[in-house]
Structures are given as C-alpha cells and as structure tokens.
C-alpha cells in the first residue's frame, strides 16, 4: 500500500514542466550524486543535514524530495517537513525510480546554470516576441523554478552580462543562441537534455515561428500571431514574459496531450 506522502515516477513526469508541480529538490549524498550527476528537471540540490535552509528556501511551497532509492533520506525529510507544516511528499524509487522510466529527461549537472542566492540570472534583448519567451519557460518550468531575467537593450546585453554576471541568451556569438537552423529554444533542449516527444514536437512550432518557416509547423502562424499580440499589449517586459508563460504552458499541454485532437462543425461531422 502507497504511503499517503509518496509520489510514483509516473506521478511526478505529469507535473514535470507544469505551472503547478511542486519545488523538487534533491537531497542525495554527494558520494551517490557523484556517482550519477544528474537531475530531475526542475530539482535542486539541498543538503539532507540543512532542514532549516531548506524551510527557508521553500518558504512555504509543497515539495517533492528525492534521494538516490527513495529511502531513508527523502522519507525522513519529506517526514520533517510535514511536522514543519508544509506539504512535501517524497520520490518512490528515488533517482533510480526516475532513471528507469522511459522517456523521463535528466539534466547533466555539469549543464546547469551557475547558481546565485539560489536562482539562475540571465540577459537578453528587450522587446520579445518568440525565442526569448519560449526559452525563459523552459528554464522556469525545467530547469530553474526562480530564474530572473533581464531586459536590456541589444548594445548592452553583453556588458550587462559581464557587470551582473548574468548568462546572455539568443544574441549572436554567444553560447545559449542559434546553432545553424535550429533556434535557441533548441540549443537548450539539446544542452539541457530535454529532448522529448512533446518538447520536441513544441521545438518544431516555435523554431517555424521564429525563423519564417511556417512551412514545417501549421500552429506557427498562430504563435506568431499572439506572440506578436503580446508584445503589443505590453509595455513592460517582464510583464509580458508572465502573460507568455500562461501561453507555453497551454502549447505544452497542447503538445503533449492534445495535438491530435480536431475540431469540426456541425460537431461530430467529419471534415
């Protein structure tokens, strides 16, 4: 019988990359980590002995722990959190659970962005429209729940970089960009490790979309309609960014669960 705080690998890869799966973190010992250096995505690592860092980091959001089996060390916690009052379930089977289930992407550690104050900072130009939301979603969705960033005019991306220390992102001449016909939302699929059936089919729409090449996704007129909408309805950077959060997450849903379906009229005709 399941205990009532634990989550099944089959569990936790529907809510991975959706707006509402918990924080997951990590809390294998190094030993075992270095054994095995890679994540869950959206996971960070924690140290099992820091309970209150790790309250603190929550700051009152539900969790999903994980340790190398899914024993001791992710049960104890997710135990001690829950007396702490907040709500934390833990991984059966731990990271060999999740190794083991087809198609669960991990995360190469070596990957990651560099960490500050625990969030990624990254710069780009101002005024997106395609790219530079689709990739600030992947990032916030599977790779770093509280990643910033920043706006800034093009001139300036790479001097802001270098001040703030912040990772630049679809500028040319930089690591995170365009790689021949591929996007940067590509390149980070592929650095990342995140190469799966729906990203893959997501992939596809918006490198159409941001490259002019309708012609390889039918949906990349639309995203480039409402990518442009968008921008037009905000001013604010930023604020646009959360509004386009809101649109990845229903084209991830579409692409992962939904591309298939059709639409008719009168309903139940065929086309």
Known sequence: MAAPNEITPQQLLRLVGTPNCPQI?????DPDFADDPHLIPGAFRHPHTDLPGLVTRLNGQPSIIICQ???????GMAAQLRS???????????N?????????????????????????????????????????WLIRRFVDKD??????SPAEVIGVSER?????????????????DS??????????????????????????????????APEAAGLLAMSVGLSRLYRDDLEQLEAGMHLYDALYRWA???SEERHTWPTGKPS
């Open 25 to 29: 973190v990590d809390i294998s010992i």
């Open 69 to 75: 089996k899914g024993i001791k060390l992710s049960q």
């Open 84 to 94: 702490a009052g907040l709500r934390s379930e833990y991984l059966s089977g731990g």
């Open 96 to 136: 060999y659970g999740w190794r083991d289930l087809t198609q669960a992407p991990r995360i190469p550690s070596t990957n990651l962005p560099p960490m500050d104050q625990g969030h990624s900072l990254w710069v780009t130009r101002h005024r997106p429209k395609i790219d530079r939301i689709a990739c600030p």
């Open 147 to 152: 990643a910033r960033f920043l706006f800034v």
């Open 164 to 180: 703030y220390n912040a990772i630049p992102f679809d500028i040319e001449d930089t690591f995170w960009s365009h790689r021949g």
């Open 183 to 216: 996007c940067t939302f590509d390149t980070m699929l592929d650095e990342f490790g995140l190469r799966t059936a729906a990203l893959d089919r997501l992939s596809t729409v918006v490198r159409a979309a941001d490259t002019d090449k309708h012609v390889l």
């Open 256 to 258: 992962r669960d939904g």
